[in-house]
């Protein structure tokens, strides 16, 4: 296509006026703007809100963490110390509603049990001026196996409202049952509260762990906001009670606090604060009746007994049987990194207790409380008469081969084995998760026993392991 000469011409000629234009009046513009023959607008700068410091009605002396409502009564002879004497703010918070058990008041069983033992725990945490109580949303597994319990509380949303809570109340001490598997009640809920009050206490200071609690709000004031603005928080000291058929493992590992003392405001023995406390709990035997009776016959013998305590860490330093509060001042201390899960390194074929066993063993170590591990010598377990026993073991093959291991047991008389001898192949670089049940004999009385196994590899003995049993228990099902 031809285009005309003179059509070019006169299009450039237009376009170079249009330019033109708009330059002098670009020019005019910033002309009339430095003169003052244009009216520019200026921003009025306005006070913002205060940053507001968090909310010190929440602020804890000691956080409470356990499963039950009635196992604070666990320590109550130490808290009605701290909180008449030391004047020490306290918090409490419930793994679950204690939906599960007997009902010494009425026919209300699961969930309406529940409703009815939660109202219980606040009220008898009112008794002692206690307003803060939460629960975690669990429900009451009872057993022995911290693994089951974990699974039935939704182990991450438990943790995640813990973080919280510990954040929000942010506590220099917490008091829980101690993480381990020990002959006794030992309800692996117990368990769980333990487990999840060592996270959290490990976690809460850390911004990176479920940041969208220390996330500020984008309106505080607004009513749409997803983000919780609360602050991280590092606890200085943690300290572990038991339900252990035997308390002396824990004696000299934490401070001792006798309730046979009286306290100098209530003039009054804290046991018989500890009796009235616990009353509130009426549903079950083993608590409210039991106080109940005690305060009605004043047979206190079974409040006497001192609070022992175990010092599970301490980031402020004081001494292992000192008071709790001993080397803690005011303020925030800085965010302490525990050491983390490393893989346990085997060699060649061995064999370990699985379950919950080897989960604490490792959890232990990634949590810095090794020396949890020394409290018993020798693994435990509590099962009643004729009861059905499992027993987890691990046979770990760290070797290029496969290899066949030859699993066998040596029970006490009495004992049936139902399956668990065996052959038991396993290839390389594996571990194979056996599990071995016998039936518990019956016997007169409580009385310990010991159940043994001998694993054998190409004619060799590769391990041997453990545990002692103490039958004729009256406790939860193992």
Do not use: C
Request: hydrophobic share 40%.
């Amino acid at each position: 296509m031809k285009i005309h000469r003179g059509s070019l011409r006169k299009n450039v000629l237009l376009a170079l006026a249009v330019v033109g234009m708009l330059f002098r009046a670009t020019q005019a513009f910033r002309a009339a703007a430095q003169s003052g023959g244009l009216a520019t607008e200026t921003v009025k700068i306005s006070e913002a809100l205060p940053n507001l410091p968090p909310d010190e009605r929440f602020k804890a002396d000691i956080l409470v963490i356990v499963a039950h409502p009635d196992d604070e009564t666990e320590v109550t002879g130490y808290l009605a110390r701290a909180i008449y004497d030391q004047h020490k703010r306290v918090a409490a918070i419930f793994g679950t509603p204690g939906n599960g058990g007997g009902d010494m008041m009425s026919n209300a069983q699961a969930a309406a049990l529940g409703d009815v033992r939660s109202t219980e725990a606040r009220e008898a945490m009112a008794f002692f001026g206690v307003l803060h109580v939460w629960f975690l949303g669990g429900t009451d597994t009872p057993g022995q196996d911290v693994l089951r319990s974990l699974e039935t509380w939704n182990h991450g949303n438990a943790l995640w409202e813990a973080v919280r809570l510990v954040r929000l109340t942010r506590p220099e001490v917490i008091l829980t049952w101690l993480p381990d598997y020990v002959a006794g009640e030992n309800h692996d809920d117990h368990q769980a509260a333990a487990v999840i009050a060592n996270e959290a206490f490990d976690l809460a200071g850390d911004p990176t762990v479920f940041p969208e609690q220390v996330s500020a709000p984008r309106q505080r004031r607004g009513i749409a906001n997803l983000t919780e603005g609360l602050q991280p928080w590092q606890a200085k000291k943690i300290y572990f009670f038991s339900d252990s058929a035997n308390l002396e493992f824990l004696k000299g590992k934490g401070p001792e606090y006798n309730t046979t003392d009286i306290s100098p405001s209530k003039n009054e023995t804290y046991y018989k604060l500890a009796a009235e406390e616990m009353l509130r709990h009426l549903t079950q035997d083993d608590t409210g009746q039991l106080a109940k009776q005690a305060l009605e016959t004043g047979d206190f013998s079974y409040f006497k007994t001192p609070v022992y305590l175990a010092l599970g860490k301490s980031l402020v330093g004081g001494s292992t049987t000192g008071d709790i509060f001993e080397g803690i001042t005011p303020g925030a201390i800085p965010f302490a990194p525990v050491r983390g899960y490393r893989s346990e390194v085997h060699h060649g074929v061995s064999i370990d207790l699985g379950g919950p066993w080897a989960f604490y063993r490792e959890f232990w170590k990634a949590h810095n409380l090794d020396h949890v591990a020394d409290l018993l010598k020798t693994p435990e377990v509590a099962v009643a008469n004729r009861a059905d026993v499992y027993v987890p073991i691990l046979i770990h093959n760290d070797t290029d081969e496969s290899v066949e291991v030859t699993l066998t047991s040596t029970v006490p008389a009495g004992w049936k084995e139902v399956y668990g001898t065996a052959r038991y192949p396993v290839r390389p670089h594996e571990s194979y998760p056996a599990q071995v049940h016998y039936m518990a004999p019956a016997t007169a009385k409580p009385e310990w026993q010991a159940l043994s196994w001998n694993a054998e590899a190409q004619g060799q003995t590769v391990g041997t392991l453990t545990l002692r049993v103490l039958t004729d228990s009256p406790g939860l099902p193992q």
